[in-house]
């Protein structure tokens, strides 16, 4: 089974500066695909970025970016010039890959990181 | 951009009654999912489902689940005898997977609550 840990409950940063939100995880696996989900007040779900194990080079989506160090089993998302928008619970995801059968597609979450980004 | 639409957004419910959560998957999506979400705690994996079946559940999605979709657009999730413990925030979610390209898109989610 694939476990899914984000170690930092809570985070706060200063508008436009860069923040990063730790996550680590753990799978037997070697084909699969990490997420970070942002949450805001609304509770809606909304993908922030998506990584597959399989490339080395980290995504990049606009401010947001990851450090996917595979042999680490870490996956930090980095968020630079901070908006006051960005204030939302981060969750990090693990999905297994194709070779899962029928857990493809499926989600593991992490406990979530509440983002504070002060003005 | 299209969107899953979840109805409806609050369920307020007694203990012991019937509820049915209502979501309109992405039109060319094939793979539905539900997620709930206990006020303050991760979310969690109820039931993944495609070609008309379910292809996983969860511990948590019991008897007292089921899933449905009834006709080409809707995708229901049916709690029968509702309990304290099942008021949470529940998630649709669907994807279409091609070539590998797997990215869920979740709806805004229907608070349910059970008195």
């Known amino acids: 089974a694939q476990t899914v840990t984000q170690s930092q409950p809570e985070m706060s940063v200063q508008e436009a500066e860069t923040v990063t939100l730790s996550c680590t995880y753990d799978?037997?696996?070697?084909?699969?695909?990490l997420f970070w989900y942002k949450q805001p007040p609304s509770r809606q779900m909304i993908l922030v970025i998506r990584?597959?194990?399989?490339?080395?080079q980290n995504a990049t989506e606009n401010r947001f970016s990851v450090n996917f160090q595979k042999a680490a089993k870490s996956f930090s998302l980095k968020i630079s010039d901070s908006q006051l928008g960005d204030t939302a619970m981060y969750f990090c995801?693990?999905?297994?890959?194709?070779?899962?059968?029928?857990?493809?597609?499926?989600?593991?979450f992490g406990q979530g990181t509440i983002l504070t980004v002060h003005p | 951009e299209p969107e899953v639409t979840q109805t409806p957004s609050h369920q307020v419910t007694q203990m012991g009654q019937e509820v049915i959560l209502r979501c309109v998957p992405i039109?060319?999506?094939?793979?539905f999912y539900w997620y709930r979400q206990i006020l303050g705690q991760k979310v969690e994996f109820l039931v993944s489902?495609?070609?008309?079946?379910?292809?996983?559940k969860s511990e948590i999605f019991d008897d007292q689940f089921s899933v449905e979709r009834p006709d080409g657009s809707n995708f229901t999730l049916k709690i029968r005898s509702t309990k304290l413990e099942d008021s949470a925030m529940y998630f649709c979610?669907?994807?279409?997977?091609?070539?590998?390209?797997?990215?869920?898109?979740f709806g805004s989610g229907t608070q349910l609550s059970v008195l």
């Open positions: 799978t037997s696996e070697s084909n699969y695909y």
């Open positions: 979610a669907s994807s279409h997977r091609t070539g590998g390209n797997e990215k869920l898109f």
């Open positions: 039109s060319n999506h094939l793979y």
């Open positions: 990584q597959e194990a399989y490339k080395q």
């Open positions: 995801a693990f999905m297994i890959g194709p070779a899962g059968g029928t857990s493809y597609g499926k989600l593991t």
């Open positions: 489902f495609y070609n008309n079946e379910i292809s996983e």
